[in-house]
């Protein structure tokens, strides 16, 4: 069963401060990852989705994949206060299935 | 105007009641989702769908059974509700790209609380 772990579990930055948010995963068989953010009380909406080794950016937003290592991040450039949100990655356990799995979370609190 | 609703968004259920939690989506995606989020868990999926009169299992399947009648609908069934299933219940639905399972869309959460 693919095991996503998110880190930090929370995060403070100010506003205007770079946000570094990062996932692993336990296997090697993820054909597509992506971050959603959560504002509280809320559904969840797609930021950004990443297909192959790189970067990827849209926006403010910018992802980073690692396959080897099996590591994805996010990167938040100038963080405003409304980026305040729970941020989760997520990615289809595989090719041969529409299976979707997300990381436990990281909550971010971006201060004026 | 939101394309994944869900209903009640709010329920309080009786242990051994059963409980229904449905979800319609205007997108016209195969897949559709859910998942439920609790804290130190994140979203775990208990049942997902590929079509209608399809159901599969997820991660947490026990206790719930799901039922996609239709491409637009697709319901969780409980039938009967145990204190530990009291949680924040999303669907979502999703399409099939060139063969890469494409982003989820999201209702807003149904909130469950088991007495």
């Known amino acids: 069963q693919q095991k996503v772990q998110q880190s930090p579990e929370s995060l403070t930055v100010s506003e205007g401060a770079m946000a570094s948010l990062n996932c692993t995963f336990s296997?090697?068989?993820?054909?597509?990852f992506r971050w959603y953010r959560q504002h509280s009380g809320k559904g969840l909406e797609v930021l950004v989705s990443?297909?192959?080794?790189g970067e990827k950016e849209e926006g403010r937003f910018t992802a980073h994949l690692n396959r080897a290592s099996l590591h994805v991040s996010l990167h938040i450039r100038e963080p405003q206060p409304s980026d305040s949100a729970v941020y989760l990655c997520?990615?289809?356990?595989?090719?041969?299935?529409?299976?979707?799995?997300f990381g436990t979370g990281t909550r971010l609190q971006v201060s004026p | 105007e939101a394309a994944v609703t869900q209903s009640p968004r709010n329920k309080v259920a009786v242990t051994g009641g059963k409980v229904t939690l449905s979800c319609n989506q205007t997108?016209?995606?195969?897949?559709m989702y859910w998942y439920r989020q609790d804290t130190g868990h994140g979203l775990r999926l208990i049942h997902y769908?590929?079509?209608?009169?399809?159901?599969e299992k997820g991660d947490i399947p026990d206790g719930y059974k799901a039922s996609r009648p239709s491409q637009e609908n697709f319901s969780l069934i409980l039938e009967l509700a145990t204190p530990s299933q009291t949680s924040v219940y999303f669907c979502?639905?999703?399409?099939?790209?060139?063969?890469?399972?494409?982003?989820?869309?999201f209702g807003e959460g149904s909130k469950l609380t088991v007495l």
């Open positions: 769908s590929y079509g209608a009169g399809s159901t």
């Open positions: 997520a990615m289809s356990v595989s090719s041969n299935t529409d299976k979707v799995v």
């Open positions: 990443i297909f192959s080794d």
């Open positions: 997108n016209n995606h195969n897949n």
């Open positions: 979502a639905s999703g399409a099939q790209l060139g063969g890469l399972t494409g982003q989820l869309y």
């Open positions: 296997d090697g068989t993820s054909d597509n």
